[in-house]
């Protein structure tokens, strides 16, 4: 598997072997990197859209689950996880969105909403930690590729395939966005829904974007 044009996280192609379970025979990796949700995106998944975490109640932790009954969810400060009380957290949140020019469209039931739903949900399975902004994002000639995020460059291991769309079902979206808001790429998709994500630097934007144009 070759990775040409690769950014900094990839120049040495030490994501391979973590891509390598997930590919087709044959498949041509045009890029692979590490990078984040955009940290406006919504913190939890509506319950119709989560995955239960094997052997535990479907709640973010057993003791969200407590506070949940207690509290309502904008008090609960176990709701949006390691991140600080839900109540702090959304109010910042609510003010930087007005000048933030979007995170996504198209509902939890667009391709971009099962996205990140998916992103989500994987760190619902790990006990505690459920809030998660961190996933591989591959491009390959058939498919964009997410995958969960717990490897390093010294310690490459198995991941999970979050979710697969086929070649012709993505696209760079190219309106524009705050400028400021320079390690940006915004995802689209057949349906009309778009997901923003954050690279690591701007040179990683360039990289995918050439991958996706």
Do not use: K
């Amino acid at each position: 598997m070759s990775i040409p044009n690769a950014p900094h996280r990839t120049g040495h192609g030490w994501l391979a072997p973590v891509l390598a379970p997930h590919l087709y025979a044959g498949e041509q990796v045009l890029i692979a990197l590490q990078c984040d949700l955009d940290d406006l995106l919504p913190l939890q998944v509506p319950r119709a859209h989560r995955r239960r975490r094997p052997g535990g109640p479907d709640t973010e932790s057993w003791l969200g689950a407590a506070f949940e009954q207690l509290l309502p969810a904008w008090l609960n400060p176990f709701a949006v996880g390691w991140h600080g009380p839900a109540f702090g957290r959304r109010s910042y949140r609510a003010v930087r969105r007005a000048f933030h020019g979007g995170s996504w469209s198209g509902g939890w039931s667009g391709t971009a909403g099962g996205l990140l739903a998916a992103v989500r949900n994987s760190a619902r399975l790990r006990p505690v930690r459920w809030d998660d902004d961190n996933l591989v994002l591959a491009v390959t000639g058939h498919r964009l590729l997410l995958l969960t995020d717990a490897s390093t460059p010294s310690r490459p291991q198995p991941e999970e395939l979050l979710a697969a769309v086929p070649r012709g079902g993505f696209h760079r979206r190219r309106e524009p966005h705050p400028a400021r808001q320079t390690r940006r790429v915004d995802l689209a998709f057949a349906d009309g829904s778009w997901l923003a994500l954050r690279m690591e630097r701007p040179e990683d934007v360039a990289a995918l974007r050439a991958a996706l144009d």
